[in-house]
């Protein structure tokens, strides 16, 4: 029987990535345990949705990792920029200077991008706690309701008298 490898390539592309599972899968659209499910599914695939999702959400992440596992779970953009500049070798001041901005761009983004996410999964929190809070709001004035109706109900019954 041949081994699933996909759940363990997304876990090692979290980790990577800094995230957890739960936030992983929730920010893709899926549930928080979808990553784990993958265990129990009968084939050991992503379908295109979900990986067109993951790239969405995570556009440094190596599409080649998650398929076949090789490489590295997530894309250097460093290197990537230093083979451009070998494939484009000028000694222009100007490409290098724009190759030193292009790399703090991308560096900017992608601690705006952790923020963002971190900002988010704390709101996601928040709004979680909030709508319990709610919810025990409702069920104490349907409680209260409820008792209220009953002593109406015990108040107005009048006593009947026997009749020997």
């Not at 991008?113 to 709610?134: C, G, P, W």
């Amino acid at each position: 029987m041949q081994e699933k490898v996909m759940k363990s390539r997304l876990e090692m592309l979290g980790k990577a990535l800094g995230v957890s599972m739960r936030q992983f899968g929730l920010t893709i659209g899926r549930s928080g345990g979808w990553v784990n499910s993958l265990a129990q599914i009968k084939s050991d695939s992503i379908n295109t949705q979900d990986l067109t999702r993951i790239l969405e959400a995570y556009p440094n992440a190596n599409v080649a990792y998650i398929l076949t596992g090789k490489g590295s779970p997530v894309l250097e953009d460093t290197l990537e920029v230093q083979d451009y500049a070998a494939a484009n070798a000028t000694d222009s001041p100007d490409y290098k200077e724009l190759c030193i901005a292009y790399r703090q761009d991308l560096a900017d983004a992608r601690e705006e991008i952790r923020k963002l996410r971190e900002s988010y999964f704390q709101l996601l929190d928040t709004n979680n706690h909030l709508m319990a809070e709610v919810s025990k709001l409702q069920m104490s004035l349907i409680q209260s309701d409820a008792a209220s109706m009953f002593r109406d109900r015990i108040e107005t019954k009048t006593p009947q008298k026997r009749a020997f």
